[in-house]
């Protein structure tokens, strides 16, 4: 399990070091969630499986489909869109494929393996962890939230159209 943890590592730091160097935003979070899911099996193999869990559904999930909406706010060109996809050619894809072919391995290896992680505490339930997300840590979690606001408002602001709109109320009296 310690070989697992280290290759897991690796492979976390190479996809985030990818994500940073990456020009293209999609290839960029292509990397982000190949790292993301490098973490969960690193808490995998740490014993905590529900943060394993909670990696692969909150961040793996939630955030990149959030990262794609704000792409889709963004309104790109049609020129943007034969770009892209001259970008997208198969050879984009080796990199994280590469990455996620050697998390499945590990993954594979865990489940086939008859030790299991070696646990120094006591588990810890979803119960407890809502309590101490929503009891002493309610600041945190709600200063994440405003943190995650922002970010969606200025990626609005920043892919907008930077056209005047008039009111249809306004169109007759601007027209005469």
């Not at 940073?20 to 790292?35: E, R």
């Not at 034969?82 to 990199?95: D, L, T």
């Not at 290896?109 to 840590?137: C, S």
């Amino acid at each position: 399990m310690e070989t697992t943890f280290y290759i897991a590592g690796a492979v976390a730091v190479i996809a985030t070091i990818l994500v940073i160097m990456s020009y293209n935003l999609i290839h960029a979070l292509l990397y982000l969630v190949v790292s993301f899911l490098a973490v969960a099996v690193v808490f995998f193999t740490l014993g905590a499986t529900f943060m394993a869990a909670l990696e692969v559904i909150i961040y793996a999930g939630a955030i990149v489909v959030l990262i794609i909406f704000v792409i889709m706010m963004l309104n790109l060109t049609y020129e943007d869109v034969q770009q892209e996809r001259s970008w997208m050619k198969p050879s984009v894809w080796i990199g994280p494929s590469i990455l996620s072919f050697v998390l499945l391995a590990e993954l594979v290896y865990m489940v086939v393996a008859t030790e299991a992680p070696q646990t120094t505490g006591a588990a810890i339930d979803a119960k407890a962890v809502g309590l101490a997300l929503y009891g002493p840590y309610m600041l945190g979690v709600q200063l994440c939230g405003i943190l995650l606001m922002a970010g969606i408002v200025g990626a609005y602001h920043l892919g907008r159209q930077k056209k005047k709109v008039v009111h249809r109320f306004l169109e007759r009296s601007a027209a005469s």
